[in-house]
């Protein structure tokens, strides 16, 4: 199978006016371009096939199905080599589509609905959708019976998880598809997840048929998922919403951390490599110095030659601090050097790039300088380089 990446321009998807309109999203795209022909062929692809679509968020690049089609979801677990015990969120174009998620009924968005809320919404997530949606939270939430998600969505759990992704391109996709997609991070299983498109095509090329390209991610680390259902509410996945950032919502002063990374799973050190919960892995060794390490000498990546501005790409600069090559240019013995930034929003956006950088480099080992967790989204990156380090030095 051929993978193409078909460009989708932001400039082309216009000015969003309705971003927060939360309750119904539109469409708004210059009706001449590309990118709306694309995003047209890929929301066709997603109604009539069983191959997943690649499609930006501003988290990740995610894998996207048609939620409610059990054969095109299992598309998903087949291109990641997924193992299919591991529930997928959902993903919606806005409040009116989780409505009918909720009510056990198709959506249909072309209707106008006649009333703007959605009443079988716990009170609960009400403060967290209004202060984070469209974003980087995901939120569980009980499965109606019967449910009009595909049971390989659920993978047989009573509740589902659903977030409102804040990318125009996503929603607009979501929108004209139809329907929710389920969407796992589009990496080959145990990656690094993809942060741009040729991340996407690295990991999928010939597993896949479409990848909509629309430039880097802001966010660069997964959602954050919530369950707000037990008392008090919990994190389960610690992501772009910071811990802090949701004490601060009505209901979610007392929330707790129900994850478990490699701060808690003992506290020996070395670890051994190829434990079970290694994730997010490039094909190099990862070594990780935690925060609090203080004796030794500290890993590569130091905070002093943070120059590179993150905020528009992910690009960084890779500097060559020490090397030696022999004549045949093989054997090369060298040092490479990232610095992805000194806050943890920074981080975040150029954490799984980086990697993946230092892999296609061919490097054998990644000398990681850990930040805070308590550090606004600090906690997702340590959780991501936890589990991707098979070393930790504390
Ligand atoms: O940012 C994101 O969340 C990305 C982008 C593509 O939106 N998506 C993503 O999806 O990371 P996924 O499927 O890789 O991760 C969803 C996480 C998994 O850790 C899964 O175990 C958990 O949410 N999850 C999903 N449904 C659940 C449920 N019903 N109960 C408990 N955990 C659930
Ligand atoms: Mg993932």
Known sequence: METRILPVSSADLGRFDNTQNLYTWHVNANQDSQSLAHLYEAAEALRLK??????????????????TRSAAVKGIYAAKGRPSDNPLIIHIADLSMLQSVLSGEHHDSTRIP???????????????????????????????????????????????????????????????????LAAPSANASTKPSPTTAQHVLEDLDGRIELILDGGPCSVGVESTVVDGMSDPPVVLRPGGVSIDELRACPG????????????????????????????????????????????????????????????????FEVKEIKATSDTTGNGLDSTLDISIGEDTRSIAKGLFSALRELDRRGVDIIFVEGTLDDEDIGAAVMNRLRKAASQIRR
């Open 114 to 180: 006649e009333h703007q809320e959605v009443n079988l919404l716990p009170e609960i997530y009400k403060p967290v959708i209004e202060r984070f949606w469209p974003g980087p939270l995901t939120i569980l939430l009980k499965n109606p019976t019967p449910s009009v998600l595909a049971p390989e969505v659920t993978a047989g759990l009573p509740t589902f998880g659903v977030r409102m992704p804040a990318s125009a391109l996503a929603r607009s996709l979501i929108k004209l598809a139809g329907a929710p």
């Open 252 to 315: 979610w002063e007392n929330v707790q951390k129900a994850y478990k990374d490699a701060a808690e799973i003992g506290k020996e050190a070395p670890r051994a490599p190829g434990m079970k919960y290694k994730h997010y892995s490039p094909k190099a060794k990862v070594v990780l110095y935690e925060a609090s390490f203080t004796n030794g000498r500290r890993g590569v990546l130091p905070e002093d030659i943070a120059n590179t501005d993150l905020s528009e790409t992910v690009e």
């Open 50 to 67: 069983d191959s997943p679509v690649g499609f930006p968020t501003e988290t990740v690049y995610g894998l996207g199905a048609d939620a």
